[in-house]
T-cell receptor, first 113, second 112 residues
């Protein structure tokens, strides 16, 4: 158990819909990262938040957005969903910066029908 | 454009033998490399890392080798155990950036 929790574990929805994925980092970790893993793909970095502020952006679509709240939990919002958005979405946390070891949650499997 | 590549999707090894997992990268600005292990239905777990100022880092049965001139990274597991059966991801970070780039993973099966 990494100490990072993600909810829900599974999500099935239809094209055009909007969903929110939630992540609670390990106690004491200030940074939260979001990754997408599509079929046969590596983990694609989406975005990083540090203590409530956006720190780095990767290959995140404009239809996706994220935020980190004062209690340090984070949410990833995916809107206007397309079939190609079906993937595993992982959240990771670290103490401070990207040089610290990242601890991953178990992931949320999103299926868009 | 995949900057970190793991060209072997799968590998099978007998218990007790050496497992060698390979990773190639294209960006010469990468200066920090990691290996993660992932079991089904779990998130990746950090295994071992290496900085570009080194060419080898060892932690128990796990050793990571870095060949900067070849832009090649490898993970050696000796001796391999059935519990090592998992998907292994390599990742790299640029010294000019603040994100990690992951490979597509190699599924290792250790046969008892």
């Amino acid at each position: 158990d990494s100490g990072v929790t993600q909810t829900p574990k599974h999500l099935i929805t239809a094209t055009g819909q909007r969903v929110t994925l939630r992540c609670s980092p390990r106690s004491g970790d200030l940074s939260v990262y979001w990754y997408q893993q599509s079929l046969d793909q590596g983990l694609q970095f989406l975005i990083q938040y540090y203590n409530g502020e956006e720190r780095a952006k990767g290959n995140i679509l404009e239809r996706f957005s994220a935020q980190q709240f004062p209690d340090l939990h984070s949410e990833l919002n995916l809107s206007s969903l397309e079939l190609g958005d079906s993937a595993l979405y992982f959240c990771a946390s670290s103490v401070n910066s990207v040089t610290d070891t990242q601890y991953f949650g178990p992931g949320t499997r999103l299926t868009v029908l | 454009d995949q900057q970190v590549k793991q060209n072997s999707p799968s590998l099978s090894v007998q218990e007790g033998r050496i497992s060698i997992l390979n990773c190639d990268y294209t960006n010469s600005m990468f200066d920090y490399f990691l290996w993660y292990k992932k079991y089904p239905a779990e998130g990746p777990t950090f295994l071992i890392s290496i900085s570009s100022i080194k060419d080898k880092n060892e932690d128990g049965r796990f050793t990571v080798f870095l060949n900067k001139s070849a832009k090649h990274l490898s993970l050696h597991i000796v001796p391999s155990q059935p519990g090592d059966s998992a998907v292994y991801f390599c990742a790299a970070r640029s010294n000019t950036g603040n994100q990690f780039y992951f490979g597509t993973g190699t599924s290792l099966t250790v046969i008892p």
